[in-house]
Nanobody
Framework: QVQLVESGGGLVQAGGSLRLSCAASGRTFSSFSMGWFRQAPGKEREFVAAISRSGGLNYYGDSVKGRFTISRDNAKSTVALQMNSLKPEDTAVYYC????????????????WGQGSQVTVSS
């Protein structure tokens, strides 16, 4: 079992940056692969980024490649998503997720979810 709490969302102008953070508690953080997903109004939840247990493997959704960076600090039990060059279409609720085992990029592979953090990008 692991509990996840996101922070760092907010309102930003297009072209700006935000950094989301997710703090984990419960089981040993390094035993979980971590992911970020997002859901815009009226749309399905989509994959944004994922990172392996050691941090050595990263994966990104096509729409955020080159703009977003996922990282983790196992000593602090946190995972972060640095978002640069934000666009209005990045507006969504962003969720942190965890799974035991190898990193995956689909929502149904993740058993643990945070409550979400709103990111709004104005044009």
């Amino acid at each position: 079992q692991v509990q996840l709490v996101e922070s760092g969302g907010g309102l930003v102008q297009a072209g700006g940056s935000l950094r989301l953070s997710c703090a984990a508690s419960g089981r040993t953080f390094s035993s979980f692969s971590m992911g970020w997903f997002r859901q815009a109004p009226g749309k399905e939840r989509e994959f944004v980024a994922a990172i392996s247990r050691s941090g050595g493997l990263n994966y990104y959704g096509d729409s955020v490649k080159g703009r977003f960076t996922i990282s983790r600090d196992n000593a602090k039990s946190t995972v972060a998503l640095q978002m640069n060059s934000l666009k209005p279409e990045d507006t969504a609720v962003y969720y942190c997720a965890a799974r035991t085992g190898m990193v995956q990029t689909t929502t149904d592979e993740y058993a643990y979810w945070g409550q979400g953090s709103q990111v709004t990008v104005s044009s």
